[in-house]
């Protein structure tokens, strides 16, 4: 008799919980992620919008599966009152799954890329979750890690979502997109070459796998790039790079031909996951959605195979040392300085 009563449980529940997810992950997947950018207003509040809409949806959808099952068992009394007790149940199933989702993953922001220079991982209208975070001198963030960023005083960047590569004390040197720290050289692997062609751009470069610390992530570098004087990060703030080293506008010209840091004060939080990458203006990859930003990357029409052994070729052969030599002593320049920016 238990096992009868279970079995129904459990029939239940997944009539009122898996059939409307599964519809509604199906509704964001050829409907909503595909609707265009403009019809949800603002940039910063897309990704809440297009959640919220999915909820709704979610919530209507178990309501009317609640609704059906009880037109089923009790056609001659069924009432507005039991489409009443389905919406409450659907309110009350989605209730328990956000606080469930709450409580198991940080509460975090959307943030909307606007630029390339993250390429080859997040292009313009990706949409990225940012879980808010205060750094200091004490707790700054770690060398790899992804922050997001207001603009410091007369700083123009191409993307307010940028990579940590030099802590405070670091003396960061940039030659052709490839980085020193300390002078020791940050390892990197060729992967391939890149080629990526659309309506805001060409980029023809080779991308390179890069290992700092605990972190390793891909870059996109084209030949013969610039290099950079060596910077000495001062106490209070962070030395930035974009992936994308030959288009990005990061701590090697904010201050024209002279390097700079990023005051940790600006930093909003760190980048966790992705929530929606872009293939078009009409067309998304949702089997990015969910996932963090590693080693992702999207070149519609193209074959990839090649890159993508090439990956696997070069965390194979990964290198033994990843970690900069350490740094004895703090002592901020007297030129630059977080309060200058």
């Known amino acids: 008799m238990f096992a009868r009563r279970a079995l129904s449980v459990v029939l239940g529940l997944g009539w009122s919980l898996a059939v409307p997810a599964m519809l509604t992950l199906c509704f964001y997947e050829h409907v909503l992620a595909r609707t265009p950018s403009a019809w949800f207003g603002a940039t910063d509040s897309e990704a ?28 001659a009394t069924l009432s507005a009152r039991h489409f009443a007790m389905g919406l409450g149940a659907a309110l009350a199933i989605t209730g328990a799954l956000s606080l469930a ?30 879980v808010p975070r205060r750094f200091s001198a004490m707790k700054p963030p770690l060398r790899g890690e992804l922050v997001q960023f207001e603009s410091p005083q007369r700083v123009n960047p191409s993307e307010n979502v940028l990579r940590v590569i030099g802590l405070q004390g670091d003396r960061v040197e940039v ?21 990526r062609w659309g309506s805001d751009g060409e980029t023809n470069a080779r991308m390179i796998l890069e290992f700092l610390d605990d972190r390793v992530y891909l870059t996109v570098h ?29 701590s090697r010209t904010w201050r024209g031909e002279q390097p700079s840091g990023l005051p940790l004060s600006a930093i909003r939080g760190s980048v966790d996951r992705l929530l929606l990458s872009k293939l078009s203006a009409d067309q998304v990859d949702t089997t990015a959605t969910g996932k963090p930003p590693e080693f992702l990357f999207n070149l519609p029409g193209q074959d990839v195979v090649e890159l993508e052994q090439g990956i696997k070729a070069c965390l194979k052969d990964r290198p033994a040392l990843t970690h900069p030599p350490r740094v004895e002593s703090l002592v901020p320049p007297a030129s630059v300085s977080a309060a200058s920016l």
């Open 175 to 195: 030659r052709a997109g490839f980085v020193a720290i300390n002078g020791w050289q940050v390892p990197t692997c060729d992967v391939g070459r890149y080629f």
């Open 101 to 130: 989702v709450s409580r198991l993953l940080p509460f975090g922001e959307s943030y909307r890329v606007r630029g390339l220079g993250m390429l080859p991982t997040l292009k313009t209208g990706d949409e990225l979750r940012v």
């Open 222 to 250: 084209e030949p013969l790039g610039p290099g950079y004087p060596e910077f000495l990060v001062p106490v209070g703030e962070v030395f930035v790079l974009g992936d994308n080293r030959s288009q990005a506008r990061d």
């Open 48 to 75: 809440q919008r297009r959640m919220l809409i999915t909820v709704v949806v979610f919530v209507l959808l178990a309501s009317l599966v609640v609704y059906w099952r009880s037109a089923r068992r009790q056609p």
